[in-house]
């Protein structure tokens, strides 16, 4: 490698991890907020505060910050220690994720039941309609209706999650978010019902045929599987981030040490001898 090449291979790397850690820097920020200002917010299982935006927000921008500033500084300063420790913790993240995505294939059967019944618990919980939250964080109420609006769906797997919860014990009823549109009501109605009252206190009529039928995990599931060429393209550029991380690395390392045994740099090309050239080291 000349010394063209490795000053461009070095300022690139230099570059991206900049990049990641201000992207970091970002995430972390934002989790920091959401736990201060709206803490117990913007997640649909209450019970599991580690499964909260805050807390995710801020697990990734910790684990971004501490693994791109190692890389930075590493290839800054040429220190073949930092470049290392860049390398083991690009592969301990790399492993983590097979190692938790093969668990999650493997056992997905038992993942989304368990998912489910969280679920059915956070509604009976902590549902509460006049909890509304924030636009950036919103409550479990706000996401629920949300979701239910958005795929026309109720409840978990049926509108029956919505019977007897804490918010309305004894009670069969839904939220208002569970009711068709005004044009599918319509077709469900006897005639001379009325119009004025297809709306009102839908969610209290105790009538399921004025409600969605379709759970929202049917729902979700259907949208997820529509999405996977998202997914895919996002996890490929992901490892394509890990892989150029983990050879630049290795290919700095390598560079540095035989930098560090001459007092200037020398190619590697075994077409030119070391002892004849000589090349001054730019930055």
């Keep these: 490698m000349g010394n063209a090449g490795y000053t461009c291979i070095r300022r690139t790397f230099c570059w991206l991890n900049i990049i990641l850690w201000l992207c970091s820097c970002a995430f972390l920020g934002a989790g920091l907020w959401l736990r201060l200002s709206y803490e117990g917010y913007a997640t649909l299982l209450p019970q599991h505060a580690a499964l909260s935006a805050d807390t995710i927000f801020m697990g990734i921008g910790g684990t971004g910050f501490v693994v791109s500033f190692f890389g930075c500084c590493g290839a800054w300063a040429q220190s073949r220690c930092l470049l290392v420790l860049y390398f083991m913790l690009i592969v301990m993240l790399f492993m983590s ?109 105790e009538n399921p045929s004025l409600w969605w039928d379709k759970g929202c995990a049917h ?32 290919l700095l390392f390598c560079t540095v040490k035989h930098k560090r045994a001459s007092d200037t740099y020398k190619s590697y090309s075994p077409s030119i001898d070391p002892q004849t050239r000589t090349s001054s080291w730019e930055d």
Aim: net charge negative.
């Design 97 to 205: 994720e097979f190692l938790v995505g093969s668990i999650a294939f493997l056992f997905r059967g038992g993942l989304g039941r368990t998912l489910a019944n969280e679920l059915r618990f956070g509604i009976e919980r902590h549902y509460n309609v006049s909890d509304r939250g924030s636009l950036v964080a919103p409550s479990v109420s706000a996401i629920w209706d949300s979701v239910q609006q958005s795929f026309e769906c109720c409840g978990v797997s049926s509108y029956e999650d919505w019977y007897d919860i804490q918010t309305w014990p004894g009670k069969r009823w839904v939220p208002e978010s569970c009711c068709r549109t005004l044009y599918d009501q319509r077709q469900v109605l006897t005639e001379g019902s009325g119009d004025g009252l297809l709306r009102a206190d839908c969610g209290r009529s």
């Design 219 to 250: 729902s979700l599931q259907s949208w997820f599987t529509g999405q996977l060429n998202v997914v895919g393209a996002v996890g490929l550029g992901i490892a394509f981030v890990q892989l150029f991380g983990l050879i630049t690395s290795m």
